[in-house]
Every structure is written in C-alpha cells, then in structure tokens.
C-alpha cells in the first residue's frame, strides 16, 4: 500500500495554502467567541499573588548559535508587553495569539530559536514557546481550566541545565492555529504580570480573592531506557491539588506520561535500562 503524501507534504506552495487555510479557519472561529476572548488591562496589579516564577533567557542548549538567545531576548521583550496587566475575568477565556498577534519583521520581531519536525531551526519571532511555558507552569498552579494546550510531540532535544521545572510540562504553538488557551470558570478575577529583565524572563499570576486550593507538581519514577538503539526519557508528571487549611492532598492527577526520544548525546547519562 503506497502512503499517499497529506496535500501540505506536496510543496512549500500547498504547505502555504494549508497553513493560510488553518490561520483563517481559526479567525472565523475567534470571530464566534470574541466577546468571551480576555481582552481588558487594568493599570494596577490585583492584591492576592497566587504564583510567580521566572525563566532564564539565555540557556545552554546545545550548540544553539548565541545571536539566536539574543534575539529571542527581543521577541520575549516584545511579546510580554503584549500580555502584561490582562485580566481574566469570570467565564472569559485566555488566548495567546489573540493578545501577542503575529509575530513578524515589521513589528520588531528577529529570527530566534524554534522547533519543527522534531528539529530545531530559526525563525522570526523564536522563542514565544518559551513564554507559553511559562504562563503554563503558573496555570497549574490555578483554578483555571486549561482548554488548548499542544507539546512538541514526545521528544527530548536538549540535556538538563539548572532544570527548574519537571520535563514535559512544556508548550508547543504555531500562529495562530496552534494557541494556549485556558478559562477561567471560577468566581474570582485573575490577571498575568509579564515582563523581561536582562536575564529572566518574569511572570505573575495574581487575584482579587484567595484560592482555597493550593497545586504542587513534581515528576515521578524518571528513568532512560534504551529500545532498539534508540534512547528515551521516562516518567510521569503528577499535580496535587491540596486543601490550603487541612494541607490534605484531595486529588492527584496525571498531566503527563513521557516516552520521550532523546535527541542529545547521551554518553553521560548514568542509568538507561535496555528493553
């Protein structure tokens, strides 16, 4: 049986179309829910902080070219300041390509770091996974309901350096077609403080009513093993959920089972179980 190739396989002509087709088919969709899309910014920070956290800009990965994390510095300067201040009211729903738009020369954007295929590659505006990561991270530790989230298809490109977070809580979009979205189906108010330093990119989740809720992620049984030549990262992603006045842990739920390829060398890695 011969596999016939999908029309956006063809040529870059019909991967164009297919990708054009998708960014259209998801404006019209917007257009249905545009009131309920978060689109209000107040100046001042809500009082309650729920979470904050902050990712290193300039990471060691790999052999990634230097210019490529300096001008991911840039785009991440660019975007955050698209998000910062928005609030999240009752019901509505928080979308990243709404607020950050296209990313693109004539707004300032440079040629960064991006992942395609399974690859790393360049590309204009490079490094927005980066920030989704980072609304994610702080997500989870919310009442929030994540509605659209994507990964980048279980594999593992770069070795661990000053890991802050358990691997495979990561984000994955393309505009627009590919967003982060989640809804707030609680009766608070919640808003994202996001803004760039010279090293961190920094994030905020604020309120204007304390959760009765507290989250903890952590990863479990982590292990490599090695399956026809191949190797690949283990383990499974856990997040509690536990009353902030008994600290009972009342749910734990499975967010993410890794069987990861690993795209690095992995001569250092102590333990890899051969299956």
């Not at 257009?31 to 300039?58: M, V």
């Amino acid at each position: 049986m011969v596999n016939r190739k999908l029309f956006c396989q063809i040529s870059p002509t019909t991967y164009k179309i297919a990708v054009f087709k998708c960014i259209m088919v998801r404006k019209l969709k917007n257009l249905a829910i545009h009131n309920k899309i978060a689109s209000k910014k107040i100046k001042d920070d809500l009082p309650i902080l729920i979470y904050k956290h902050k990712s290193l800009i300039r990471r060691k990965l790999g052999n990634v070219d230097i210019q490529l994390q300096d001008n991911k510095a840039i785009n991440l300067n660019l975007a955050s300041a698209k998000v910062n201040k928005i609030t999240i009211g009752c019901g509505e729903t928080f979308s990243f390509w709404s607020l950050v738009g296209s990313c693109t020369e004539k707004k300032g954007y440079k040629k960064g770091l991006t992942i395609s295929s399974g690859k790393t590659t360049s590309g204009i505006g490079g490094g927005m996974c980066q920030f989704t990561n980072l609304i994610h991270w702080m997500i989870l530790h919310t009442d929030m309901e994540i509605v659209e989230h994507h990964h980048h298809d279980q594999i593992d490109l770069f070795p661990d350096y000053n890991r802050q977070i358990p691997f495979g809580t990561g984000t994955s979009i393309v505009y627009n077609y590919l967003d982060y979205r989640f809804i707030n189906n609680t009766n608070n108010v919640y808003q994202l403080i996001t803004y760039t330093d010279d090293t961190y990119l920094c994030g905020e989740i604020r309120s204007d009513n304390y959760q009765k809720f507290k989250y903890h992620i952590k990863s479990e049984n982590e292990f490599f093993t090695k399956e026809n030549d191949e190797v690949f990262r283990n383990g499974k992603v856990y997040r509690n959920k536990i009353d902030k006045e008994t600290g009972i842990v009342i749910e734990k739920k499975l967010i993410r089972d890794n069987h990861a390829k690993v795209m690095y060398d992995t001569e250092n890695i102590d333990l890899i179980i051969n299956n």
